[in-house]
């Protein structure tokens, strides 16, 4: 069978489970070959290896299920960067660039402020940070700047991924300016001993209500629920865990610090009123490529923490 023949009929039998199902066998092929596409093309006329219709079959049957592609290659583009994925981890979705465009563009912003220093520290945190997708290229956006970076999460097996990715696409002066910490939320930072003010706080927490959870994870997605349910403490609104995490973040905040939360379309504007409640000023919602509402934006600007329940 030649490649050509073998993605045509992988195509053909992903179209009963798949809307993508060109796509999906494009990128099944590209993962078997080890090749992109433009070299997949150039290899239509070729027969496929015994050891490599196999591997097809497999991930054929592993989409079938409802397998994403991502975790069959394990691999995802995000922000222009070739990501390393695992079922550890929440796939990075083009949703969440967003928050990263806004945090690249504030610490630009806070440089050309300061005499346009781009080797004035930055410190950010990354929290929930998953895949890493959203410290990593913020970090790799600003090769030319001192950043300094905390990324944390409750899964050492995310952070595992995390730390991958971090090895594969920056480079060994922006890893020694990282750490890695486990743990829930802005924990670990109170115990590592390291920088407790951040100039800026990135987060992409689990948001979805439990019961949405459920009917999400119904089409063999397999995605972690340890990364999707945000309900805990008797929630139903998917804010539970947003609503232990704004007050740490006020408090590990510079004055003036910025906090940048991706949240749902169903409960973004709730999320903003969690943060003007807990004393962040200029609370913003940005919408998403799809013009839903998704990112949260605020600052610190009080000089003092305030113990507000939200």
């Known amino acids: 069978m030649?490649?050509?023949?073998?993605?045509?009929q992988l195509a053909a039998e992903l179209a009963a489970v798949s809307p993508t199902a060109r796509l999906d066998a494009d990128c099944?092929?590209?993962h078997i070959l080890g090749c992109d596409k433009t070299r997949l093309l150039m290899l239509h006329g070729q027969e496929l290896s015994p050891q490599q219709h196999k591997a097809l079959l497999a991930a054929a049957a592993q989409r079938r299920t409802g397998l994403p592609i991502a975790y069959i290659t394990g691999h995802k583009e995000f922000y222009g960067l070739d990501f390393t994925v695992t079922p550890d981890v929440l796939i990075p979705k083009p949703d969440t660039e967003l928050l990263v465009e806004h945090a690249v563009a504030a610490v630009q912003a806070a440089q050309e402020a300061q005499n346009n220093a781009p080797h004035s520290p930055c410190f950010i945190a990354d929290i929930c940070t998953g895949s890493g997708c959203i410290a990593v290229s913020v970090l790799h956006s600003l090769a030319a700047g001192a950043v300094y970076a905390a990324l944390t999460d409750i899964s050492p097996a995310?952070?595992?991924v995390a730390?991958?990715?971090a090895e594969?696409?920056?480079?060994?002066?922006?890893?020694e300016r990282m750490q890695f910490l486990q743990g829930d939320l802005l924990e670990p930072l109170q115990q590592a001993g390291s920088v407790q003010q951040f100039d800026m706080i990135l987060s992409n927490p689990p948001y979805i209500p439990a019961a949405d959870v459920d009917d999400l994870l119904k089409d063999g997605r397999s995605e972690p629920r340890l990364a999707l349910d945000g309900d805990c403490g008797g929630s139903?609104?998917?804010?539970?865990?947003?609503r232990r995490l704004i007050p740490q973040v006020y408090a590990h905040l510079k004055q003036g610090g910025l906090f940048l939360l991706e949240t749902g379309e169903?409960?973004?504007k709730a999320a903003a009123a969690l943060l003007t409640a807990c004393g962040f000023s200029d609370v913003t919602i940005y919408k998403d490529m799809a013009g839903q509402?998704?990112?949260v934006e605020g600052r610190r600007q009080d000089k003092d923490f305030r113990q507000a329940k939200v």
């Open 158 to 160: 995310a952070l595992d």
């Open 236 to 242: 139903t609104d998917g804010l539970g865990i947003i």
């Open 2 to 8: 030649t490649v050509f023949e073998a993605k045509r």
């Open 163 to 165: 730390r991958t990715n």
């Open 293 to 295: 509402l998704r990112l």
């Open 28 to 30: 099944i092929m590209q």
């Open 266 to 268: 169903y409960n973004a």
């Open 168 to 175: 594969r696409l920056l480079t060994p002066a922006q890893l």
